[in-house]
Each structure stands twice: as C-alpha cells, then as structure tokens.
C-alpha cells in the first residue's frame, strides 16, 4: 500500500485516543500528511481493539472503511471455526477484511482469498504480508463464484460469509435475502469441494436454515463474551443424517463453554417444572439463541421454571454453569409498593422475562433507578404466578 510509512504510524500511535473526526478536519495543520486516511485508521484501530487484537498490536495492518470491520469475524470466532477443521486447500469465496481466511490459514496449506472490490483486496494483500501468510493466503480480486467456475483444483472446503444487508443498508432476516442467495448456489458448492462452510446471522432461524440448505451435519451458535455472533454451518455433500447444534460461548479468554443436542431430542422430551428454589439460572447467548432447552436442562439435572421463561432453578448451587446464577434472597409482587421494600436505595437491575412486561416497563413501574449489586428480575413460575425476585448475582 506504501502509507504507512514510519512518520504515519507514529502520528497514529501518539494520537491512538484522540477523535478521529477531529483530527480528519486538520488537514491544514498537517498540510505533509494524508489525515483523512489518518483519521480512519485511527477510528478503526479504536474499534477493532477487542475484536481484532492481533491486528490491533501490528502497526502494519492497514484497516478500509467501517462496513468491512462491522461485518468481519471477531478473531476469537475466527479461530474456532478454523480449529473445527484441517486439510490441503480451502477457499473463501466472499473475501471481506480476511480475518476468516488468516485464521483458517493456521490449519490449511493454501487458502485461496476472493474478493470483489479491489481497494480492499489490496488491502488484505498487504496485510497478509506484514502478518507474515503470504506462503500460505493468496489474494485474488474478483467474483468468487465466478473464480470458482474457473478453478479445476481440488478443494477440501469452500467458505462463504453472505452479506447480510439490502440495498438499502438494511439487515435481512432470511437465507434468500443474502448475497450470495445461498438457496440458489447451495448444490454448487457441495458437488466441489469436500466440505462447506457458511457464517450466517444469529437473527435467522436455525430450523429454517436446515430446511432449506441440504446435507449440514453441524451448526454451531458462537457466542463471546454471553453475545451472539453468528452461526456457522457445516455440510457435506453426502451426509444424511440429522445436524448437530453445538452452542458455544467464550466466557473468558481461551475458556470455552459447549453444549451439543439434536432438535429432534429437544422436541420428544418433557420438560420438568417447578416453583422457584434457591438458585436462578440464565443459560448464555447461543443456548438461549440454539433454542436447547428441555435438552440442556436434562443435561444439567436441572428443572426449568417455566415453558416459556427459560429461567431454571434448583436448591443447591450448580458450579461451572454456562451462564448467569444468581442467589434468590426475596421474592414478592410485581409492585412499585413491593419493590421499595426489596430495594429501599431505590437501584437495580433490573430486567423481566416472560413477565407479561417489557424490561423497559418494568423499571418504569417498579420505580427504580438504574445500578447497584442488586437484581430486580420479573417472572413467570411453575403455577402461572408472576413474581418479583430480588436476586444477587454469584456466577
């Protein structure tokens, strides 16, 4: 790319915290630097801290505009999805920021990266280089499928990660609504390669997912941090059977909670209720998001409060739960008069489920204020009572 010459990344590293918009307006006091091209690098740097920390610590890494950084993978979800696999030669077909493609790189010995627009084909073409893949990753700018159509190679995986917006910037909601329409190449892609590989939006849903995409053997809700990233399908051409869904959520650094179930298990058992116990239980993002209720509540010995609450429940405390536990210290009516009672400095948080209220609302009529150590939960129980649970959140 040849900007970030070593008088550029010291401007960006001495202004790392200052507002970008702010500095892309001070064209005139650095007449000798490029600050709009400044200005974002330093808003994506301030960005991708978290998400890209690897790319983060290199100040090599060229980063394009924001659109590439909302969509790109988070590295800690990037290198799960590469870990579920190995081989010779892969491909992804929708390029992107290739977060994805350098992840996979650590597991593959060629990865083929195809993207349309050419800036920022560029881009990763030399970000590849100063991240030290350029043996492994090679860039190609233009369009995947068409690239695919011209390749007679042998590929262990193809990758693809569909735009999840309109034309008119909006997010959609369903598989045809995705560019590349997914229901319409699905057979292309499975008769040339050995495995398939697609990162889609945790707002579609997951059963619709399987009815209209052949052949997927594993569907994995990724969830950091107790937030639902996206989930991602594995197929082969040839498999029969029932899918697989593993929810998975990276608690802390490197520590991966994972339950795996059948939807067809989840649909034949029945579930187990009862009224509140001691504990309160709050499965994570991809559980909760996977829809593993009845299951995941057998496999923890645990009964649920509620069909629809998706709370559960029990006296003695469960260690190493894969979500939120608090401690029930005192119930009572949904009540503002009740609520004075359980939370006389007026604060908690508070939020409902299955309470016939919105969280919003039921701050609103309990009267509290935001903050404090204390949870104010509104919900339904066993016997259809709802109730307000002071609660203290141990895990």
């Known amino acids: 790319m040849g900007l970030l010459n070593p008088e550029i990344k010291a401007f960006i590293r001495e202004h790392a915290d200052e507002n970008p918009e702010t500095l892309a307006l001070q064209s005139k006091r650095y007449s000798d630097l490029p600050m709009a091209f400044i200005a974002r690098q330093v808003k994506a740097r301030q960005r991708i801290q978290k998400k890209l920390p ?7 890494v060229v980063f394009p505009g924001s659109l590439s950084l909302e969509q790109c993978s988070s590295e800690t979800a990037a290198d799960y999805k590469a870990g579920l696999f190995e081989g010779g ?17 650590k597991k593959f010995e060629r990865v083929f ?8 084909s560029e881009i990763v073409s030399a970000n590849v280089e100063v991240l030290g893949k350029t043996s492994i990753v090679e860039t190609i700018t233009g369009d995947g499928f068409e690239w695919l159509d011209t390749y007679d190679g042998e590929l262990d995986l193809l ?58 053997r594993e569907i994995h809700v990724i969830s950091v941090a107790n937030e639902c990233k996206e989930t991602f399908c594995v197929a082969e051409d040839a ?21 795996t179930f059948l939807r067809s298990e989840e649909k034949a ?9 001691h504990y309160l239980y709050e499965p994570n993002a991809s ?8 299951a995941f509540g057998k496999s923890m010995c645990l009964p649920a409060l509620h069909p629809r609450t998706r709370f559960y429940t029990s006296d003695e405390l469960r260690e190493q739960f894969p979500g939120r536990v608090f401690e029930i210290v005192d119930t009572g009516e949904i009540r503002s008069k009740v609520a004075r009672t359980l939370f006389p400095d007026g604060k908690a948080n508070t939020f409902a489920r299955n309470a016939g209220i919105t969280s919003d609302a039921l701050k609103r009529k ?25 609660c203290d959140r141990v895990q």
Request: proline share 2%.
């Open 366 to 390: 309990l009267k509290l204020g935001d903050g404090g150590d204390w949870f104010a939960i509104g919900t339904t129980d066993a016997s259809e009572q709802r109730l307000l649970l002071k």
């Open 287 to 294: 559980i909760m998001k996977a829809g593993a209720f009845k």
């Open 159 to 216: 990758y693809v990660d569909p735009a999840r917006r309109d034309g008119r910037d909006l997010k959609v909601s369903a598989l045809a609504e995705c560019e590349p329409n997914l229901t319409l190449v699905w057979e292309q892609l499975l008769k040339r390669a050995k495995r398939v590989a697609v990162k889609l939006s945790p707002g579609l849903d997951i059963d619709s997912i399987r009815s209209e995409l052949r052949s997927i």
């Open 269 to 277: 058992l029945v579930g187990e209720f009862v009224k509140c116990g």
């Open 239 to 259: 498999y029969k059977d029932e899918a697989k869904i593993t929810c998975v959520n990276e608690r802390s650094s490197g520590h991966w909670d994972r339950f």
């Open 54 to 60: 690897t790319w983060h610590g290199n100040d090599d």
């Open 113 to 120: 990266h195809i993207e349309r627009s050419a800036e920022l």
């Open 89 to 105: 030669t892969m491909a992804d077909l929708t390029g992107g920021l290739g977060v994805d493609a350098l992840a996979f790189s």
